[in-house]
């Protein structure tokens, strides 16, 4: 992480962000920034569960199509999906048509529903598990006492 690439425009960034095009704004804009847009979070959270097993680059390509077919990931929308969406979302070729991960985010829209009931957003419940050592920079390892309890949290809810 510590190697930097020099972009198009002059300005220097992670070394990953060079890899792709779609890269660069990902980086600029969104890699590390806090989220607490609630439809943003869920947007997130969906996307790199389709993410695994595949490259982050095929997934930043077909995001806008992640975007119409699940309804702006708004997960009120998308936790009324039902068998007819899953066909229909199947069937589209501009994204990752695997019953699983789809069936994953139309489960997880209704969690978030529960979740953000009962903690008044998605974003308040997921931000409870923020680190409090400031000291621990991020990226600085995969995983965190933090991120163990955010993840065990998350099963607990389905």
């Given at each position: 992480?510590?190697?930097?690439?020099?972009g198009?425009?002059?300005?220097?960034?992670c070394?990953?962000?060079?890899?792709?095009?779609?890269?660069?704004?990902?980086?600029?804009?969104?890699?590390?920034?806090?989220v607490?847009?609630d439809?943003?979070?869920?947007?997130?959270?969906?996307?790199?569960?389709?993410?695994?097993?595949?490259?982050?680059?095929?997934?930043?390509?077909?995001?806008?199509?992640?975007r119409?077919?699940f309804?702006?990931?708004?997960?009120?929308?998308?936790?009324?999906?039902?068998?007819?969406?899953?066909?229909?979302?199947?069937?589209?070729?501009?994204?990752?048509?695997?019953?699983?991960?789809?069936?994953?985010?139309?489960?997880?829209?209704?969690?978030?529903?529960?979740?953000?009931?009962?903690?008044?957003?998605?974003?308040?419940?997921?931000w409870?598990?923020?680190?409090?050592?400031?000291?621990?920079?991020?990226?600085?390892?995969?995983?965190?006492?933090?991120?163990?309890?955010?993840?065990?949290?998350?099963?607990?809810?389905?």
């Open positions: 992480m510590s190697e930097l690439f020099l198009p425009d002059g300005r220097t960034r070394r990953w962000s060079g890899a792709a095009p779609e890269f660069l704004n990902y980086h600029d804009c969104e890699w590390g920034f806090p607490t847009d439809t943003w979070l869920f947007e997130k959270l969906c996307l790199e569960s389709f993410q695994s097993g595949l490259s982050w680059r095929t997934i930043l390509s077909k995001r806008e199509n992640f119409t077919a309804g702006g990931f708004d997960f009120q929308k998308v936790s009324q999906f039902g068998d007819s969406d899953i066909k229909r979302l199947l069937s589209d070729k501009g994204i990752v048509r695997h019953r699983g991960k789809i069936e994953v985010v139309i489960n997880n829209a209704q969690r978030a529903c529960e979740i953000a009931k009962v903690e008044g957003s998605l974003a308040a419940f997921i409870r598990f923020e680190p409090s050592d400031e000291n621990v920079p991020p990226q600085s390892r995969s995983t965190s006492p933090a991120s163990e309890a955010l993840s065990k949290a998350l099963r607990k809810h389905g």
